[in-house]
Nanobody, 125 residues
Framework: VQLQASGGGLVQAGGSLRLSCAAS????????MGWFRQAPGKEREFVAA????????YYADSVKGRFTISRDNAKTTVYLQMNSLKPEDTAVYYC???????????????????WGQGTLVTVSS
């Protein structure tokens, strides 16, 4: 599975960005997809996840109500719409594909086997 993340950039606080993650590969998995982020000097943290089949979503409390994860099965692409951005949202954002096709420990990065290269989001105050 190959994952290609894009859409990062510089935005002012209160602004919006949409990240995309295109999945490909002969061994493409239908396992849940997640977004994680890592700010400078901090550990990688869970942001959101979505099930390819059911569309069930799960969010970190810090982004709930501001971020929306969605997917386009035909394009095998997952999106992260980020609204009302705050300076503390500044980070490199990674998309990832879960190792197993279940909803177990979905917020744990260790459950994810495939990772995109990351895209930088910078929110200025």
């Amino acid at each position: 599975v190959q994952l290609q993340a894009s859409g990062g950039g510089l935005v002012q606080a209160g602004g919006s960005l949409r990240l995309s993650c295109a999945a490909s590969g002969r061994t493409f998995s239908s396992s849940p997809m997640g977004w994680f982020r890592q700010a400078p000097g901090k550990e990688r943290e869970f942001v959101a996840a979505i099930s390819w089949s059911s569309g069930i979503t799960y969010y970190a409390d810090s982004v709930k109500g501001r971020f929306t994860i969605s997917r386009d099965n035909a394009k095998t692409t997952v999106y992260l719409q980020m609204n009302s951005l705050k300076p503390e949202d500044t980070a490199v954002y990674y998309c990832a594909s879960k190792r197993e096709n279940n909803w177990f420990r979905t917020s744990n990065s260790l459950e994810y086997a495939y990772w995109g290269q990351g895209t930088l989001v910078t929110v200025s105050s």
